[in-house]
């Protein structure tokens, strides 16, 4: 919910297979659901809050991969192709979960589970 929705065609325009959190299920849903439904149906979430990663952290989850920004200003004209180009260099660690961070300088790849159980 933290990101424009103009991002679905966008992404969809990229070849990726896109849907806002708002047509899917509640905006006042927790970040547990979120990530449960993402996981469950084999999607990603594509993120400006930080909390993803950190749910990750804590649960120590294998999936699904999160993609979060690190910039103020997160509208796909400032961002898009910085994004496109990373969901291409990092296809194969996200198809096997990752944590990845987007910024317009670099991309940082974290491979799941963040933690040892």
């Given at each position: ?6 991002w679905?065609?966008?992404l ?5 297979e896109a849907l806002h959190w708002?047509?899917?299920g509640?905006?006042s ?7 449960a439904w ?5 999607h990603?979430?594509?993120t ?6 950190a749910?990750?952290h804590a649960?120590?989850a294998?999936?699904?991969?999160v993609?979060q920004?690190?910039?103020?200003d997160?509208r ?6 910085q994004?496109?180009l990373s969901l291409?260099?990092?296809r ?5 979960g990752?944590?990845?961070t987007i910024?317009?300088r ?5 491979c ?6």
């Amino acid at each position: 919910m933290n990101l424009s929705p103009d991002w679905v065609p966008l992404l969809a325009g990229g070849g990726h297979e896109a849907l806002h959190w708002r047509d899917i299920g509640a905006a006042s849903a927790p970040d547990t659901e979120i990530m449960a439904w993402a996981r469950d149906h084999g999607h990603v979430v594509f993120t400006h809050d930080l909390d993803f990663g950190a749910l990750l952290h804590a649960t120590g989850a294998v999936a699904p991969s999160v993609i979060q920004f690190r910039e103020k200003d997160v509208r796909p004209e400032s961002l898009g192709t910085q994004a496109l180009l990373s969901l291409v260099q990092a296809r194969d660690e996200i198809e096997r979960g990752a944590l990845i961070t987007i910024d317009l300088r670099r991309m940082r790849i974290t491979c799941l589970p963040l933690r040892q159980r």
